[in-house]
């Protein structure tokens, strides 16, 4: 029964922490995921995965299972794409904190701390973001850390083969879906199964093939044969523009290091772990793990754009966590705390004492990180002076208790605040232009907007993306004024920074701008966004027989910084 209660405090805590630390992000989505929501809204509506209603499909989201679970629970609700993005990914998350709170009882036999330090953190940390950011990175990050619980059943499930038969069918199964969740889940899947057959005995290797082959390959290779049918292409049309000619983007180098830096206590925890095993089976767990440290450099072969709360390097996040907690089992306190007496008082004194000055540690940066190595280092002194002696309880176990405690606490806070530091998404006059332009959207007009995400839903226009990541022509071609001719912009929009990146960025304002001023278009407002250099640029075109009224929607919006706005047909210069 003591076990189950466990479980339980384990569940109840990991679901409060994740719906308050969720709350503290902004309720709006993040602008690049209202493309998905665009594509999921026609798909819902009947139109197919389409861009722009009637036109050819193009996959210009790269979460095709995301974008399907929209379409269908708004059709099956009558919710908004919005609010079904909401609630599904509450749901994933709160499904991803209990598959962590499972995960982590089971594999430190009902440990209560290492169970409190990996589910916590997992709540407090970037999942809480992602819950409100509105991609795919919760069901993303929900199957990646089921497919490396079921690796470790599938090679240490042997006491349970109930356990290890199904991981054998959920590996191959889990791996299907990452791949329909993102493109380049098929790069994790494929890591953690060849992983995983190299660990297993030669009768279950079999199984796995057949399983594999059954549940990933041919449902898999059915669903690429479709997908290269249905939109025309061999890759997804954002990988042509990711890509940009290079194969290497070292430049996000940087980006992807920050992962395990940040990381690094958990390193610790978990070499000190490996260290106290036996060496083969060390050596197993170091291969496990070895899908996650290999999956994040993968995103060198693309451009990170859109990586919002750095949404590609996250999701393997739990999969250490959850290492780091099996390693803290075995450095960890085994005796229960010592009965209340009087000649205990005085280490429940220090004990208390040591809490305060501890839980000081997490409002200071440097101190706390510092703290977590220290603890870590102080727990596995602590069991090595156990296993030889050295201290009796109850002074080492209240010890053990409290170095525990602190590692919980500590570790939640550095996810918390990881969290918090991404950027904070709220609408801006991109929604609200949007909106404006609402009434417009059955007149056949075409936007040109380099903002793909709140212009183009909110508006309902015929939307041409000038970076191409969803135009087929733009991303194998490129852009030019004949393009631009051929669509009639009654309106083009693009966003203008000083050091835009990636640096290409330039090279589309510029040529938008000169189109602009070539074609005689009117500089219809020049909004700052988060300063003087970081603008949304409007123009309009004269000729469109509803210029004035489109003039009127850019520059009567309240609440946002105008450098610049028109008159109706006011000539004005960039």
């Known amino acids: 029964m003591k076990r189950y209660l466990v479980l339980f405090l384990l569940l109840g805590l990991g679901t409060l922490v994740l719906l308050v630390a969720q709350t503290r992000h902004p309720l709006a989505p993040s602008e690049d995921a209202y493309i998905t929501f665009r594509y999921a809204r026609n798909l819902a509506e009947g139109h197919g995965i389409v861009w722009n209603v009637g036109e050819d499909p193009v996959e210009g989201g790269t979460e095709f299972l995301w974008t399907v679970l929209l379409a269908g629970t708004s059709r099956l609700t009558g919710l908004s794409i919005e609010a079904a993005a909401r609630v599904m990914n509450l749901l994933i998350g709160l499904l991803a904190v209990w598959a962590m709170a499972l995960a982590a009882w089971g594999l ?15 709540a407090a940390g970037p999942l809480s973001y992602h819950v409100r950011a509105g991609f795919a990175t919760p069901l993303f990050t929900l199957l990646i850390l089921l497919m490396a619980v079921m690796a470790y059943l599938a090679v240490y499930g042997e006491p349970h083969a109930r356990a290890r038969r199904a991981s054998l069918v959920g590996l191959p199964l889990a791996g299907l879906l990452l791949g329909l969740t993102r493109p380049e889940g098929v790069l994790f899947a494929g890591l953690t199964l060849v992983v995983t057959w190299f660990l297993l005995a030669p009768a279950a290797r079999w ?13 898999g290779a059915i669903y690429f044969v479709w997908r290269w049918h249905y939109f025309g292409y061999f890759l997804p049309n954002t990988f042509y523009v990711k890509n940009a000619g290079s194969w290497l983007h070292l430049r996000y180098f940087t980006d992807i290091y920050a ?26 767990k170091g291969f496990l ?8 450099w993968s ?26 907690a099996m390693a803290l089992a075995a450095l960890g306190p085994r005796a229960s ?7 205990h008082i005085p280490f429940y004194l220090a004990g208390s004492a040591a809490l305060v000055f501890m839980l000081f540690a ?3 940066v440097l101190e706390r990180m510092t703290l977590i190595v220290v603890l870590v280092a102080v727990a596995a002194a602590l069991r090595w002076a156990d296993t030889r002696g050295l201290f009796q309880p109850p002074g080492l176990t209240l010890a053990a208790h409290g170095v525990a ?14 969290a918090n530091s991404f950027y904070p998404t709220v609408f801006d006059d991109r929604k609200a232009i949007g909106e404006a332009l609402a009434p417009f959207a059955d007149k056949g007009y075409t936007l040109v907007a380099s903002e793909a995400g709140w212009i183009p839903y909110f508006s309902r226009w015929r939307t041409v993306d000038p970076f191409g990541l969803n135009d087929e022509y733009v991303a194998h071609h490129g852009l030019d004024f004949a393009y631009l001719d051929r669509q009639h912009p009654a309106i083009i929009m693009y966003h203008q920074v000083k050091n835009p990146h990636p640096p290409r960025w330039a090279d589309m304002v510029k040529l938008l701008r000169d189109y602009a001023q070539a074609r005689g278009y009117i500089l219809a407002a020049v909004i700052e966004r988060k300063g003087p250099q970081d603008l949304h640029v409007y123009w309009v075109d004269p000729k469109n027989p509803d210029a004035a009224a489109l003039i009127q929607a850019i520059t009567s919006q309240d609440g946002f910084i105008y450098q610049q706005r028109a008159t109706p047909f006011q000539e004005q210069s960039p």
């Open 108 to 122: 430190t036999q009902a440990r209560l701390w290492p169970g409190l330090f990996a589910t916590l953190a997992f």
């Open 207 to 219: 199984r796995l093939v057949q399983t594999t082959l059954l549940l990933l390959i041919v449902p």
């Open 259 to 284: 992962l395990f830096r940040f990381m690094a206590p958990l390193f610790l925890l978990i070499g000190f772990g490996m260290w106290r095993m036996p060496p083969q089976d060390a050596l197993k």
């Open 289 to 296: 793990l070895a899908p996650a440290i290999l999956f994040p």
């Open 299 to 324: 995103y060198l072969l693309i451009d990170q754009l859109q990586n919002l709360g750095k949404r590609f390097q996250y999701p393997v996040y739990p999969v250490f966590l959850l290492a780091a």
């Open 337 to 343: 705390l010592p009965s209340w007496r009087r000649e």
């Open 362 to 364: 997490p409002f200071v």
């Open 405 to 418: 405690l602190a590692l919980v606490v500590f570790n939640t806070q550095a996810a918390y605040r990881l």
